[in-house]
């Protein structure tokens, strides 16, 4: 038990390095990358005063707002979608098919299909191919597969409707599945990148894209870039720290 502490205290060192690095590389100077004794050199906010120079609050703005909305729209369609399949709806295996297949691997037909209805370049094109999630679906599913079924049964027996069992009797039930897919679903959409480089214009860059495109015109300025990564970073940061508890709960539960 005690080497086993030992190494998972070691895993979680390894892993921290990066993040770490991040952090201090993020107020580090210039003079501190190329003096060959960076931790010897005092630490300063000119990465970030040279980031304001670039704009990054309206892709920051333009992500925050956009991975909001698909997540949102994803918790309105995939808790009918859950309930529907934990009643006997025989839905599940396609859901389990669409979730195998890679997000990849749609970028062409869905390129064709928002070319179509003309909304390329459009920010809709950053929802609406988002709006239903197969994994969320399964994530609340499987948060649904614990909660006693006499609850529902409970409820239809007093009157109550699909919609007021659904949202009044389950929901408050499933907190912690909420609150871990929204979560993830966030990070994936957040992260995007070559999806949106591909279907919107520069005048609705993403924080991603804009980043990329930071690291392409200054490759050389890390302190720069360090402080641009940890500005991207922050959000996810702090909505895991948020909801840290609730993700573990979800997944320290197991999944059936």
Avoid: C
């Amino acid at each position: 038990m005690r080497i086993g502490r030992i190494f998972s205290g070691v895993i979680v060192v390894l892993t921290m390095i990066p993040f770490l690095w991040l952090l201090y590389s993020a107020f580090l100077s210039a003079d501190g990358f190329y003096s060959g004794q960076p931790l010897k050199i005092s630490l300063s906010f000119e990465n970030f005063k040279a980031l304001s120079q670039v704009n990054l609050w309206k892709p920051l703005i333009f992500s925050l707002l956009s991975s909001s909305i698909v997540v949102t729209l994803q918790l309105l369609t995939s808790l009918p979608a859950a309930y529907a399949i934990r009643a006997g709806t025989p839905l599940l295996g396609l859901y389990l098919f669409f979730f195998a297949i890679p997000a990849e691997l749609m970028l062409v037909p869905l390129y064709g299909l928002l070319q179509k209805l003309h909304l390329l370049n459009s920010p809709l094109a950053l929802i609406f191919p988002f709006m239903a999630s197969p994994f969320m679906v399964f994530l609340l599913y499987q948060g649904m597969l614990k909660i006693p079924w006499e609850y529902v049964e409970a409820a239809r027996l007093d009157g109550a409707s699909e919609s007021r069992i659904m949202f009044q009797t389950m929901l408050p039930l499933l907190l912690p599945e909420v609150a871990a897919a929204s979560v993830l679903a966030f990070a994936a959409h957040w992260n995007l990148v070559l999806y949106p480089k591909v279907v919107l214009s520069q005048d609705f860059p993403t924080i991603q894209v804009a980043l990329s495109e930071l690291m392409r015109a200054t490759s050389n300025n890390w302190g720069v870039l360090g402080a641009a990564a940890l500005v991207t970073s922050l959000p996810i940061i702090l909505l895991y720290g948020v909801f840290e508890r609730y993700v573990v709960k979800t997944f320290q539960g197991g999944l059936k």
